[in-house]
């Protein structure tokens, strides 16, 4: 059998036992464990596996992976989000639409201080949700407003997906994470734009918050919920700047943000013990899922690397297709959102991206340009059905009168905005550029 | 030759090598290559770089169980479970030229040390060549001992034993993660090359300065092969394989020699520095000292510091261009 | 049935309890990552942070893993498996399990040989060495354990840390999933049962 036949049986067989609803790092782990014995035997076969797990201990950047989480969780089980919700509220309420555009604002703040989605998902879906159904908003708009705002958490910096990218593509993640602020801020305007013109072309998709009820709120009130809004960037910049700066390293600020959030949630006096526990408890859990998927999709991969499958698919867009780079680039996006809408996206970056970016890198496109790229395709991945975590959540958290099909409904409009930022971001790549050049020359 | 040639199965062998795929073009992929093409198809090597197939730690168990078929690294790097591991790589101060490598291991006896001490762990050493000296290349400006005090530096176990008496703190991360460690901030540079690698892999795109003291003028490293692999081939391919690999070297003496003089002569993303010769003495009596202590370790490692001090004995008497002057 | 009950009960206790300890790890990994920051300000930089920090970080999601299939973390691409009953879903479980059990076996015999490495053992089976281990010092105590055993591996780093503590670590709680996953097998044996869990 050919090496190519068997690197398409291996796909083809792990994308069949993921349908089992096995959980994922079992189906990717089984895969690649019995193609390691069928094509090394008895000579090393059984290692490829726990030779991965040697190899995760040496990427070190992962070590942020249980601090973003952690900070997502110590943000969302807290409740210091709650301020932050209300400084929205009372700004944005009287605008058609305010509140959602209010939500986007809150879900960029939060993306600012975690590195996934899931920390989002959660304050948007338990704090933001029920005021918008409260104050007569349409229920699949802003099902759709909190899901997209929440995929902004791995576009804004932190990112864990960035630095997971970062150690495939072998691309500093300083650069990268600054390179996701001017899209993340870009995408989070065309959403808001989105919502304005909706919202003016039928006004009862988002009705403004009555004169009556925003007179309750005093101007000094108004004030001092502002200042929730500097609590956020706080956190940034104290796990940034030092970062940026060069005073502490990738890993080293992590932590510390991680604590900042910690120590930000005990002043206000939101630490209580089972928030504690119940952050510290999901932290392992969120981390170890993560973990465990990345450790069976490195043996998968080691295993395809084996095949040779790199030189199999540079050799098929270049030499035998004979594609020109845009051509091969756009047509990588279109299968890396094909795959990403049925495939786990943690397993597809450690799987494929090692397969396709020393391509990139080969086609003369700049590497942290493309990393940003991948994220946006990523966040839709997440977003659309069949397969998406965002789709998950939604409906472990929403409240019952939003049904599913609510929520699939939701997010169509929302996907052809980030499509529309992806676009935009690949013919303008100074979105994405600008930032991290002026800072780091 | 035969009219029909019988139809045999290719034998196919999985390589790894400890450079990543920048610098394995120049320093690993010659020798493949000539040996492919060599073999005429019975014998294919796919190779792979730096922790492709297994993570670096792991090469050496890898290579004995036959997960991949051959290596290229050197002892120190690969912790290798032999009594020449710190003899590998760059044993502090033990070369001024890459030509000492050959004559150590031709004239003076290594290669039937590391012949057999490969043979009881089960693996097949097959030759050892010089590369480039152990140079430092740094964010921070370094002109004097005291600037190397606190300076987190990419490099071998054994020559980051021999700094941390300077006050070096040595790192130690997967070979392609270096450079970007420098960009997060995990590292200040590197102690691990000459100038030549420092521009090839991208090192010299971000540090500053390079210092053209060096701790070793000469990396030692090796070509390895699992021990049954290489019995199971037949006896042409063996001789294909071998003299490939002893050409291999020759393409790597005028790769490095010529741009180390070029790269520091106009390469312009480094600026040279110097630390005083008068002060870089103490490095060099500090290797005294290091060798001793060395040589208690064993049997083979006292007889390995043994030869390293006859042939410095020879070299010191025989002057420039032996020395440095 | 009493058997699988006993069972369940006592590894899922078991591992609860492994996965509470081992989920403050986590700030023991955030005390590393502090010092090591604090340490380069104001003082040398310490040789052996990021390194005990990966250790630790590994320990955490190895032994960890086992409650985070309790508390259901780990996620399912359940595009067909939400639609099934909850019969058809222990009727699938119970059968793709089996994927999981094959796929932490194979780890666990690739983390002994790994672990047979770190003590020494080059060439034969990981378990005829761990046998020969075993029964030294059974008999002759650790002195004669320590003749079976040969060159101890150590990390490549300058600091140097042996390799075996942190790979036996890993051998137990890929045991330890394995054990978990079990149990999660005979849940799903006795759901088809009709029985309450
Ligand atoms: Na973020
Ligand atoms: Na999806």
Redesign the pocket.
Do not use: E, H, I, L
């Given at each position: 059998m050919s090496y190519e036949l068997i690197a398409l049986l291996m796909f083809s067989t792990m994308m069949l036992m993921l349908l089992t609803g096995q959980r994922v790092f079992g189906a990717i782990g089984f895969v690649a464990v019995v193609a390691a014995l069928l094509l090394w035997g008895d000579r090393g076969g059984y290692d490829i596996g726990y030779s991965a797990l040697i190899k995760l201990m040496n990427w070190y950047p992962m070590l942020t992976l249980p601090m973003f989480v952690f900070m997502g969780y110590v943000l969302s089980e807290s409740k210091i989000a709650d301020d932050l919700y209300k400084m929205f509220h009372v700004w944005m309420g009287g605008v058609k639409g305010g509140l959602a555009i209010g939500t986007i604002g809150l879900m960029v703040l939060v993306s600012a201080m975690n590195g996934l989605s899931v920390a989002g998902m959660a304050i948007g879906s338990t704090i933001a949700l029920p005021e918008l159904l409260k104050r007569g908003y349409d229920k699949k708009m802003v099902t759709g407003v909190i899901q997209a705002g929440s995929s902004l958490g791995i576009l804004v910096p932190p990112s864990v997906v960035l630095v997971l990218y970062a150690m495939i593509a072998r691309q500093p993640v300083g650069h990268l994470w600054l390179a996701g602020v001017g899209p993340g801020l870009m995408m989070a305007a065309l959403f808001i734009a989105y919502i304005v013109i909706r919202c003016a072309l039928n006004p009862a998709l988002g009705p403004a918050l009555p004169e009556a009820e925003r007179a309750q709120v005093t101007r000094a009130e108004k004030m001092r919920l502002l200042r929730a809004g500097l609590l956020p960037l706080g956190i940034f910049a104290v796990m940034m700047v030092p970062f940026v700066k060069g005073w502490t390293s990738l890993v080293e600020a992590s932590a510390i943000g991680a604590i900042a959030a910690f120590i930000a949630a005990v002043l206000k006096g939101r630490m209580t013990k089972t928030v504690f526990l119940t952050a510290t408890r999901n932290t392992l859990g969120i981390s170890c899922m993560f973990m465990w998927i990345i450790l069976a999709a490195l043996a998968f991969g080691a295993v395809f690397d084996g095949l040779g499958a790199v030189k199999a698919i540079s050799f098929l867009f270049t030499e035998q297709l004979g594609l020109s780079p845009w051509v091969i680039l756009i047509l990588m996006q279109l299968s890396f959102l094909v795959m990403?809408?049925f495939l786990d996206d943690t397993a597809m970056l450690v799987i494929v991206a090692p397969l396709y970016v020393p391509l990139v890198g080969a086609l003369g496109f700049d590497l942290v340009w493309y990393g940003v790229l991948y994220t946006i395709t990523c966040q839709i991945?997440?977003m659309?059905?069949p397969?998406?975590y965002n789709l998950f959540l939604m409906r472990a958290m929403a409240p019952p009168e939003i049904s599913l099909k609510d929520i699939y409904g939701s997010i169509a409009p929302f996907v052809a905005v980030m499509i529309l930022a992806l676009t935009l971001t690949m013919v303008f790549p100074q979105i994405a550029t600008w930032l991290p050049n002026y800072v780091y020359q | 030759a035969p009219a029909v040639l019988k139809a045999q199965e290719a034998i196919k062998w999985r390589f790894q090598t400890y450079a990543g795929s920048a610098l394995g073009q120049e320093v690993t992929k010659p020798a493949i290559d000539a040996i492919n093409a060599a073999a005429q198809g019975e014998l294919e090597i796919e190779l792979y770089y730096a922790d492709q197939i297994v993570p670096t730690g792991e090469l050496f168990q890898a290579l004995q169980r036959g997960t991949i078929d051959g290596v290229h690294s050197d002892d120190d790097s690969m912790a290798s479970p032999t009594p020449l591991r710190q003899f590998g790589g760059y044993f502090p101060l033990a070369t001024k030229h890459a030509l000492d490598v050959p004559v150590l291991f031709k004239q003076y006896g290594l290669a039937e040390i590391w012949e057999e001490e490969y043979a009881k762990v089960g693996v097949k050493w097959l030759s050892a060549a010089g590369q480039d000296p152990c140079n430092f290349n740094t964010k921070k400006e370094v002109t004097s001992l005291a600037d190397l005090e606190g300076l987190r530096l990419y490099t071998f176990p054994t020559a980051g034993e021999f700094l941390s008496q300077f006050g070096v703190v040595p790192m130690n991360i997967p070979y392609e993660d270096a450079q970007v460690a420098v960009q997060t901030g995990e590292l200040d540079g590197m102690a691990w090359s000459g100038i030549t690698e420092d521009y090839t892999v991208g090192w010299a795109d971000v540090t500053d300065y390079f210092l053209t003291n060096n701790i070793s003028g000469a990396w030692i490293g090796s070509f390895f092969v699992n021990q049954q692999r290489w019995a199971d081939l037949p006896d042409h391919l063996k001789t294909i394989v071998s003299s490939a690999i002893e050409a291999s070297h020759t393409y790597r003496n005028q790769w490095y020699w010529g741009g180390e003089a070029r790269l520091r002569a106009q390469g312009d993303k480094l600026q040279l520095r110097s630390i005083p010769q008068e002060e870089w003495k103490v490095v060099e009596d500090a290797a005294v000292t290091f060798w001793d202590e060395m040589a208690e370790q064993g049997e083979v490692a006292a007889k390995l510091v043994q030869i390293f001090r006859d042939y410095k004995d020879v070299t010191s008497k025989a002057g420039p261009p032996y020395t440095f002057g | 049935m009493s058997f699988m009950r006993g069972y369940i009960s006592w590894i899922d206790g078991m591992n609860r309890l492994i996965g509470r300890i081992t989920m403050f790890f986590l700030f023991v990994l955030m005390g590393i990552l502090l010092w090591s920051s604090m340490s380069k300000v104001f003082f040398l930089p310490s040789l052996w942070t990021l390194e005990m920090a990966q250790f630790v970080m590994v320990a955490y999601y190895i032994l960890g893993g086992p409650y985070s299939i309790q508390l259901g973390s780990n996620v399912r691409m359940d595009l067909i498996y939400s639609e099934l009953t909850d019969r058809r879903k222990a009727w699938m479980d119970a059968f793709t399990v089996f994927f999981l059990i094959f796929y932490l076996g194979v780890m666990i015999y690739g983390g002994l040989a790994s672990l047979a490495y770190s003590l020494g053992n080059f060439m034969g089976s990981p378990l005829s060495f761990f046998g020969k281990l075993i029964a030294a010092f059974v008999t002759g105590g650790p002195a004669a354990a320590a003749d079976v055993m040969g060159y101890i591996e150590t990390s490549r780093s300058s600091w140097g840390p042996v390799m075996w503590p942190i790979k036996l670590i890993t051998c137990i709680g890929l045991f330890m999933m394995l054990l978990q996953v079990l149990s999660e097998f005979f849940k799903d044996l006795l759901r088809l049962r009709g029985e309450e869990i």
């Open positions: 990403g809408s991945a997440y659309t059905p397969f998406g | - | -």
